[in-house]
C-alpha cells in the first residue's frame, strides 16, 4: 500500500533578521561595553609605560652607580663647569648656543651596549625642546646636592664648594630615602625636557625653587633612589614663582612627600 504523501510544512514567514529595535539595542549594548571597556584599555596601556620608564629611570641610576665605582665613589657631575653651560649629566655641546649632545654624556659608558639613555615613553616632546636639553629620556636629577660637591654653613645654608665631580656616595646618611633621579620636564607654553629635579627649596639661597618632577604617569612620577631602587608617587604640592610660561600645576608638575622641606633629595 502506498503511504500518503507527507505533508509540507507550512513556510514560516520569520526571515530570521533582526528587528530595527532589536538592532538599537544591540548597537547600545555594543556601545556600552566600549565605553566601559576603553578606559581600561587606555589605563593599562599606560601602566605598560610606566613600566617601561620606571626600567629606564632605574638603568640610569644604575650607571651613575657604576660610575662611582670607577670615579673615586663620586656620583656623575649633574652640570659639569656650569658658568661655561657645556655639559651635562646626559650630553655635551661646544657652544652655549647649541643643543647637548646626547652622544657624548659621561653616564653612556654605563647604559648597555647601545650606550644610550632612553626616552619614558609617556613623555611628549614639545617642537621646541631641541634647542633646550634634549637627551635627558625626561627624566631630571637631583644635582642639588647629589651632582655637586656642597659646602654646608651655620644656619643650614649651602654653598657649591665643587662642581666637576658630584657627592661622594658615602656621604649620604640614607641613600634608601635620598631622591637620585625622577621623571621630569620644565613648563614652557608646554611640557618640554629638563635635566634635573629640583628640590623644593634651592639649598644655596634657601628661596623656593619652580617645580620640575612631572607627575605624567596618571597622576604619578617615577623615582630612582640613591640605593638603587625605584618606585612612584603622587604629587603633593606644586606651586609658580611666576617665571613659568605655563601653569605648573595644569601639567603635573610640583613635589611628593608630606614635608616642606629638602629631606628626602638632602645627605641628611
Given at each position: ?42 589605563g593599562?596601556?599606560e ?89 635627558t ?30 657627592v ?51 597622576g ?49
Amino acid at each position: 500500500m502506498t503511504p500518503p504523501p507527507k505533508r509540507a510544512r507550512p513556510i514560516s514567514r520569520s526571515t530570521g533578521a533582526f528587528s530595527l529595535v532589536e538592532l538599537l539595542i544591540v548597537v547600545s549594548i555594543l556601545a556600552l561595553l566600549v565605553s566601559v571597556l576603553l578606559p581600561s584599555l587606555a589605563g593599562a596601556r599606560e601602566q605598560a609605560r610606566a613600566v617601561v620608564c620606571a626600567s629606564g629611570i632605574r638603568q640610569i641610576a644604575s650607571a651613575n652607580l657604576m660610575y662611582g665605582d670607577e670615579n673615586n665613589g663620586h656620583a656623575c657631575p649633574g652640570a659639569f663647569d656650569f658658568i661655561k653651560n657645556l655639559h651635562r649629566w646626559h650630553g655635551t655641546r661646544d657652544n652655549p648656543n647649541e643643543p647637548f649632545d646626547a652622544h657624548r654624556g659621561p653616564l653612556l659608558p654605563y647604559l648597555g651596549p647601545d650606550h644610550r639613555i632612553r626616552d619614558c615613553p609617556t613623555f611628549r616632546r614639545h617642537p621646541t625642546a631641541a634647542a633646550f636639553e634634549p637627551g635627558t629620556g625626561g627624566y631630571g636629577y637631583n644635582n642639588a646636592f647629589i651632582g655637586v660637591q656642597l659646602r654646608e654653613h651655620p644656619g643650614g645654608f649651602f654653598s657649591v664648594q665643587f662642581d666637576r665631580s658630584g657627592v661622594r656616595w658615602n656621604r649620604l646618611a640614607n641613600p634608601a630615602a635620598t631622591v637620585m633621579f625622577t621623571d621630569a620636564a620644565f613648563a614652557a607654553d608646554a611640557v618640554i625636557e629638563y635635566g634635573f629635579a629640583e628640590p623644593r627649596f634651592h639649598p644655596t639661597t634657601a628661596t623656593r625653587a619652580d617645580p620640575s618632577i612631572h607627575f605624567r604617569h596618571r597622576g604619578r612620577a617615577n623615582v630612582a633612589w640613591c640605593d638603587g631602587h625605584v618606585d612612584h608617587h603622587k604629587r603633593t604640592f606644586t606651586w609658580s614663582s611666576g617665571l613659568y610660561l605655563a601653569d605648573p600645576e595644569r601639567l603635573g608638575l610640583g613635589w611628593f612627600g608630606q614635608r616642606d622641606d629638602n629631606s628626602l633629595f638632602d645627605l641628611k
